[in-house]
């Protein structure tokens, strides 16, 4: 079970560095079943990996650009990423695809670049409100999943996490339904089968949109979700603990 906080362009260094601290201080009674993880922004990187530094704390980078050197001004890379003492790399966040204009191809030159320097890549995809109100959501779906992970092998998908956040549903305190969750989670499930068999099916698939911990228990349960990527809700430790006491009732 995987609780990740993604704070966006959030929190100072210092900021960043008490929260760390004051989570590991609270979080004895969360037992290893439940993964506590944070994506914090690029200056907060490394302070973040050396204050978790040996704890249980795992710590990802919220973007990278595909090559490892050149003239990208404003931009980071795997490299770089490793070097800052991380291990972990979000990819195609709903804000880098609709905000930033990074389309599918883009992105599966991000994760195959990952990849290949030895990151952990967290892949998100999601749908937006006029696909669901088209019903073209598994389309959408599958769609991103093709483009953007198909040239992927069975052991690079052993590699591989995928978030489900449907668009309308990040910061919008609008959550999925539960059946939303888990007809959207099947569908991905399929696909990553389809596409790689057994490896493909044990993808872990976390589901993230306006989760908190009034809401997160009822999604953690079902059968198809293996954790929650949470943006809003992760920002203090007290509100991030709570969504991971309901991972831990449900792990
Ligand atoms: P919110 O939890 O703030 O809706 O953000 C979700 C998200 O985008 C996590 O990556």
Redesign the pocket.
């Known amino acids: 079970m995987i609780v990740a906080g ?1 704070w ?1 362009m959030q929190k100072t260094c210092g900021e960043a560095r008490s929260w760390v601290e004051d989570l590991l201080a609270a979080s004895g009674p969360i037992s290893a079943k439940v993964r506590l993880r944070v994506y914090p922004s690029f200056v907060a990187l490394e302070t973040v990996a050396r204050s978790a530094n040996g704890s249980r704390l795992e710590v990802g980078a919220q973007n990278l650009h595909p090559e490892r050197s050149g003239a990208f001004t404003g931009e980071v890379s795997a490299p770089m990423i490793l070097d800052a003492g991380v291990e972990r790399v979000l990819i195609g ?3 880098r695809r609709h905000l930033f204009g990074e389309d599918d191809a883009f992105l599966a030159k991000k994760v195959r670049a990952a990849l290949d320097s030895g990151l952990l890549p967290l892949f ?1 995809i999601g749908e937006d409100l006029a696909e669901r109100e088209a019903g073209r959501t598994n389309e959408v779906l599958t769609r991103q999943i093709e483009r953007g992970l198909g040239g992927l092998t069975p052991v690079d998908a052993a590699r591989l996490e995928v ?1 489900y ?1 449907p668009v309308w ?4 305190g609008k959550v999925a339904s539960t059946e939303q969750v888990a007809e959207a989670h099947a569908e991905i499930r399929e696909t990553l089968g389809r596409l790689w068999g057994a490896p493909g099916r044990a993808v872990p698939l976390l589901y ?4 908190k911990a009034s809401n997160a228990g009822e999604i953690l349960v079902l059968p198809a979700v293996d954790g929650v ?5 992760s920002l203090d430790v007290p509100g991030f603990l709570a969504i991971a006491e309901q991972a831990e009732k449900c792990a």
């Open positions: 993604n966006k966040h709903s804000e998100c978030a956040e549903a990040i910061g919008t993230g949109g306006s989760v990527l949470v943006g809003g809700a």
